[in-house]
């Protein structure tokens, strides 16, 4: 129980720095739109992924392969 207390103080004494705004961080859209270009402002199809590319497997697993086991009395 005494953990929970001190998290519990330290919590307070964050929410009573940060609630002046000592930490406030500028606002993403802000800093999006102060950097942005006109060219940059169009919007844009989002760029698809690449697929994962498949990999070999590891050792231990080669390893497992064509083993029989018996997990809580089950084949």
Known sequence: ?????AI???LVEVVAVTVDGA???PRRFVAL???ATPR????????PKAPKRPRAPTPGQT???GVEFEEGGVD
């Open 8 to 10: 519990s103080a330290a």
């Open 63 to 65: 390893a497992l392969e």
């Open 33 to 35: 739109a102060a950097a």
């Open 23 to 25: 930490f406030k961080a």
């Open 40 to 47: 940059a402002q169009a919007p844009t199809e989002p760029t």
């Open 1 to 5: 129980m005494k953990h929970l207390a």
